[in-house]
C-alpha cells in the first residue's frame, strides 16, 4: 500500500524545516529585487478567528508566490497592542492590562505558528513596547515644534460607560460602537495632529493610486470632501456683525427663504437669553451627539430666533432659525437656507411653514412644481434678476465676483475633512509626552527624557485612568523653568500605533532613529492586505503619518501601499462571524481535527 | 479557505467544505505518492509524444498560465485552486504506464505541486521530497510556461459551394462546428461564390469537408 497521507506529521516536518533553514529571514539585498507583503497586523485579543485566518492567509499566499518568482520576500507580524479590551479585560479578570496582553500575543503566536505563515518574527514588533512606542513619542514632540499638533477645546462624543471621548466614526446611531451607551456632547481639552494640512495632497494623489481599489479611493476622497463655494455674508437687523455662511450653491442664493445657525452659535445664545424655550432647544442639541451620519437620518428640528438677516441683493429680511442640523464645526456654524433646491432644507420649510421659492429652472424647459418636490439638479436661473438665463457656472462666477468686487464675501475651499482627535482618556495607551506648567502651559517632553514609559502594574478600576492617582508618574519638574509640574495623563489614540508600523518592521531594532536606511530599501509595502473596515480611516491616518515622516526627513515615501487588497468577512449563515453573535468557528479547533 | 470564494467577497463557512478539502488532499497526496512510488521516470521528449500526451502536455502549461494570472495579476485564489484541481483530475483520468506517459504525467504532478504550494505549502513540502527532490521546495522558482505545449494541431479542410471545390481552410484539430463553419465562409475563395446569395446549408463533415449551400 502507498504511504498514507499524514496531516500532522507533514506539518510539523515542513515546519521544522522552514525554521531550521531559516526560509523566511531576509535581509536587505541590494541585488535583489524586494517585495513587501504585508496583513494589517491584530489587536492580540487572545486567539485568532477566522476573519484572521483568512486575511493571514491571503497574503501568506501572495507572499509565497512572488517568492517563488525569485523575489526577495518580507512578510514580517506584530501586534496591535494597545486598546480598550485589554483594559475591560483587566477589570473582569483582576490582571494587570499588560499582562493580559502578553500571553495573549504568545497564545496567538503559537497559534500562528501551528499554521505554518511565511514570517521573519526575527522583525516583530509589539507596540505597547517602550522602544516601539517611544517613537511616535519623539515624532509628536517634532510635529509639535512645527505647529502639527495643538490643543483645543472642543465638543467631542463622551461616552459614559467607557469613559472616554470616542471619534465620530465610533459613534454608531448615536450610541458608542463598543459600550451601545447614548452618546453625549461635551467640552474637552484635546490635543489634535493637523490632517488638513495635508488634505490637497492626501486627496490630488489619489488620481495616480493605480494600485488601490476604485471603492476605497472614492471612500478616501468623500471622507475629504473637498469643496469650491463661496463665503458670503448677510447683515442682520439690529446687530453690527454680520452673519457669514458658506454655499457651494451661490447660483441659488435668490431662493434663500431662511437662515439657520448651530445651536451653539452666538445668535442662538442671544436669542436664549430672552426665551426659555429656546433655551431648552439649544441645551438639548448641545447634549445630542456630534456624529455627521446621525444628522442625516435624524429628525430635523429647529426653532425661529426672532431675529432676522438682510439679502444681500434683494433686501428683503430672512428669519433666522436655530436648528439641530447645523454643525459649529463645519463651515461657518450658520447655512443659508434654499428649501427650493436643497433637500434637507425643503423638508424643514415643509415641516416648519416656511417659504419655499423657485429659483432654478430645469434646463431642458421642463416643468416642475417645486411645492410638490424639491430640484436639486444645476439647470438655468429664474425669479433671480439681473442673473435669469444664466447656467450654474456662469452664475456661480458673477454671483461670486459681485460678492468679492463689493468686500462682502469671497471664493473658498471647504472640506469636510477634520483634523485628528489624538486624546483618550484612557490608561492602556501610549502617553502623550505633554507637561502642564502653571507658568509655561503646555510643554512637550525633551527628547533625553523619552520615552515616558506607561508604567505597567496598575489596578484598573474602570473609572478612569489609574495615571491621574499615581504621583510618582504625574509629579515631574517643568523642562522648560524647572518649577513643579504634571505629566499629561491622556493616551494616544491607538490608530497611532498603526500608523506607522509597516515601516518600522523593516528596522525593528534601531534605537538611534525612528526609521533608518533599511526602511528605505522595504517601503513601500508592495501588497497591502486587510479588511475594508479600515479602508477609510487607518488608511488615511497612515498616508497622512507617512507623510509627516517624510517631512521629518525620515524616509522619501510619500504613500505607505502601492497595491492594496480588502477581504470581504467571513460568514456564518449569512451573518458576520462575530464574537458579540456567538457564531463563530474556532479557528484552533479545526487546526486539532 | 482560498477555494471557497474570491478574496473581496464575503466567504460563507461551510463546515462540509472543510470535508471536501480534506478528501482533495488526501486524492492529491495518493495521486503523487502512487506515482512516485511506481519508479523512476525518464526525461520528457516534447517532440515524440502521442496525441493523448500531448493534450495533458497542454493542459499542463494552460494550468501554469492560468494560476499565474490569477495569482500574480487577478488575486482570485478560489479559481487558481479549482484550476489546479482539474489539472489534478485530468492526470487521474490519464492512464498511461509508458515511459513517455510517466514523463509527462511527472511534469504535470510537479507543476501541481509548486502550484498549490502557496496555498498548502506543508503536504506539498512533502510531496516535492517524494517526487524525489532533495532541495526544498520553498526554494523552488514557478514552473516554466512553455508556449510551445499549447500549440495545437491544425488540419485542412476542403470548402465546398454547392458541392464543388472552391478552397481550403486550416482549422484547429478540437474546433467546434460553429468555428469551422465560421472559417469556412471567410474564406476569400469561397466569399466570391456565396457573396450576396442566401445560404441555406452548411454541412460539416468533420476532419474533411464543409459543404456551403446556397
Known sequence: MTTPYKPEIVEQEAQQHWVEARSFEVDEDPNKEKF?????????????????????????????????????????????????PAENAAIRNQVPPAEWTYKNIEDMRGQLNRLGYAYDWRREVTTCRPDYYRWEQWLFTKMFEKGLVYRKNSVVNWDPVDQTVLANEQVIDGRGWRSDALVERREIPQWFMKTTAYADELLDELDRMPGWPDSVKTMQRNWIGRSEGVELS?????????????????????????????????????????????????????????????????????MPLGISAIHPMTGDEVPLWVANFVLMSYGTGAVMAVPGHDERDWEFAK?????????????????????????????????????DGMDYETAFNAIADYFEETGRGRRTVNYRLRDWGVSRQRY?????????????????????DLPVVLPEDVTVTGTGSPLKDMPEFVNVACPNCGKDARRETDTFD????????????????????????????????????????HAILHLLYSRFFQRVMRDEGLTDVSEPFTNLLTQGMVLKDGAKMSKNKGNTVDPQELISR | ?????????????????????????????????????????TALDPASLDDAQKALRRKTHQTIAKIGDDLGRRNSFNTAVA????????????????????????????????????????????????????????????????????????????????GKLRGRVAVPADADKAAIEALAIADENVQRFIDGKDIRKVIVVPGRLVNIVV
Not at chain 1, 430 to 446: E, G, M, S
Open chain 1, 351 to 387: 415641516k416648519h411653514a416656511v417659504e419655499i421659492k423657485q429659483v432654478i429652472a430645469p434646463a431642458d424647459g421642463s416643468e416642475i412644481d417645486i411645492q410638490e418636490q424639491v430640484f436639486i439638479e444645476k439647470g438655468v436661473l429664474v425669479n433671480s434678476g439681473e442673473y
Open chain 1, 428 to 448: 492602556w495607551g501610549t502617553p502623550i509626552p505633554i507637561i502642564y506648567c502653571d507658568d509655561c502651559d503646555a510643554v512637550p517632553v525633551p527628547e533625553e
Open chain 1, 36 to 84: 513587501y507583503c504585508l496583513t494589517m497586523f491584530p489587536y492580540p485579543s487572545g486567539k485568532l478567528h477566522m476573519g484572521h485566518v483568512r486575511v493571514f492567509t491571503i497574503s501568506d499566499v501572495i507572499a509565497r508566490y512572488h517568492r517563488m518568482l525569485g523575489k526577495h520576500v518580507l512578510q514580517p507580524m506584530g501586534w496591535d497592542a494597545f486598546g480598550m
Open chain 1, 234 to 302: 448677510f447683515d442682520v437687523k439690529g446687530e453690527n456683525d454680520p452673519l457669514t455662511v458658506y454655499t457651494t450653491r451661490p447660483d441659488t442664493l435668490m431662493g434663500v427663504t431662511y437662515m439657520a445657525v448651530a445651536a451653539e452659535h452666538p445668535l442662538a445664545a442671544k436669542a436664549a437669553a430672552d426665551s426659555p424655550e429656546i433655551a431648552a432647544f439649544v441645551e438639548e442639541c448641545v447634549k445630542t451627539d456630534a456624529a455627521e451620519a446621525t444628522l442625516e437620518t435624524m429628525e430635523k428640528k429647529g
Open chain 2, 83 to 162: 484550476a489546479a484541481m482539474e489539472l489534478l483530475n485530468a492526470i487521474n483520468k490519464f492512464d498511461d504506464a509508458s515511459d513517455a506517459g510517466r514523463a509527462v504525467e511527472h511534469e504535470a504532478l510537479e507543476a501541481v505541486v509548486i502550484m498549490l504550494s502557496p496555498m498548502t505549502p506543508h503536504i506539498c513540502h512533502a510531496l516535492w521530497q517524494q517526487l524525489g527532490h532533495e532541495t526544498a521546495l520553498i526554494d523552488q522558482q514557478w514552473p516554466e510556461f512553455d508556449e510551445s505545449a499549447l500549440e495545437l494541431d491544425m488540419i485542412e479542410l476542403v470548402v465546398q459551394v454547392n
Open chain 2, 1 to 41: 479557505m482560498m477555494f471557497a470564494a474570491p478574496p473581496e467577497q464575503s466567504l460563507e463557512w461551510s463546515d462540509e467544505g472543510v470535508q471536501g478539502s480534506y478528501r482533495f488532499l488526501k486524492r492529491f497526496w495518493h495521486a503523487a505518492v502512487d506515482h512516485a512510488e511506481a519508479g523512476p521516470v
Open chain 1, 494 to 533: 491607538t490608530f497611532v500605533e498603526s500608523s506607522w508600523y509597516f515601516a518600522r518592521y523593516a528596522c525593528p531594532d534601531s534605537d538611534t532613529a525612528m526609521l533608518d536606511e533599511r526602511a528605505a530599501y522595504w517601503t513601500p509595502v508592495d501588497q497591502y492586505t486587510g479588511g475594508v473596515e
